[in-house]
């Protein structure tokens, strides 16, 4: 069973956001396995500050299992320094074993993303 999921936040300059995913990462494909994960995805970013710009989303093209593989953006934005200046952001979710997704936004320091070692937002 799938126990977490990380990509790095890509800022797509006037397009919104999307997501690369870490080498390791298992993406979903099971339809309600891939929309949990997507809602998870959206309720840490929406903790972190980031929110839906005026562009809506394109339903036809833009589907969470294409912004968990990378393939596309989404129509969101962010109040704080682009990440050129503030840093890489992930995010960083675990599956607990009940099946339900926690997701969180974090800045890895110098040795990389570790839950003990990363800011969190």
């Given amino acids: 069973m799938i126990a977490t999921y990380t990509a790095e936040i ?6 919104g956001i999307g997501l ?7 993406i979903p494909t099971e339809p309600s396995e891939v929309n949990l994960l997507g809602l998870a995805i959206a309720l840490a ?7 839906h710009h005026a ?27 682009p990440a050129s200046e ?8 675990d ?7 926690k997701c969180r936004i974090e800045q890895p ?3 990389g993303i570790h839950p003990d070692s990363a800011e969190h937002y």
């Fill in 10 to 15: 890509v800022e797509a300059a006037g397009s």
């Fill in 20 to 26: 690369r995913p870490a080498a390791g990462s298992t």
């Fill in 45 to 51: 970013m929406g903790a972190a500050g980031y929110e």
């Fill in 55 to 81: 562009e809506p989303r394109d339903p036809e093209i833009q589907t969470i299992g294409g912004l968990l593989t990378g393939d596309v953006t989404m129509p969101w934005r962010v109040s704080r320094p």
């Fill in 86 to 93: 503030a840093g890489a952001l992930y995010v960083v979710c």
């Fill in 95 to 101: 599956r607990s074993d009940s099946g339900t997704w």
């Fill in 109 to 111: 320091s110098a040795g």
